[in-house]
């Protein structure tokens, strides 16, 4: 049985409670971002690349009829990377 450290729990918590405040920032329509707003939220998105343990998803996103681009992004902090 394998045992989850106290240590690894806050840090999935963290990475929770980050990506709960980035999602909610992106809501924020740009006229209102000042520049505090975006220092924030780049520091948000730096927690996050550099503390989640990312599972990378590949997936395919269509442009158009007939041209498709594939994306990787991770499944728990939904960091793109492409």
């Known amino acids: 049985m ?12 963290n990475i929770a ?3 709960s ?5 992106e ?3 740009f ?3 000042d520049n505090d ?9 730096r927690y ?10 590949y997936d395919d996103i269509d442009i158009d009829l007939d041209t498709s ?3 990787m992004y991770c499944k728990k902090c939904e960091t793109c990377f492409s």
Not at 37 to 45: A, D, F, M, S, V
């Open 48 to 57: 996050l690349r550099e503390h989640c343990e990312h599972e990378i998803i």
């Open 27 to 29: 809501r924020i329509p």
């Open 2 to 13: 394998q045992t989850v450290s106290t240590s690894n729990i806050m840090e999935q918590q």
């Open 21 to 25: 405040i980035k999602i909610k920032m």
């Open 31 to 33: 006229r209102n971002q």
């Open 17 to 19: 409670i980050m990506l």
């Open 69 to 71: 681009k594939t994306i």
């Open 37 to 45: 707003y975006k220092r924030i939220h780049q520091l948000c998105k």
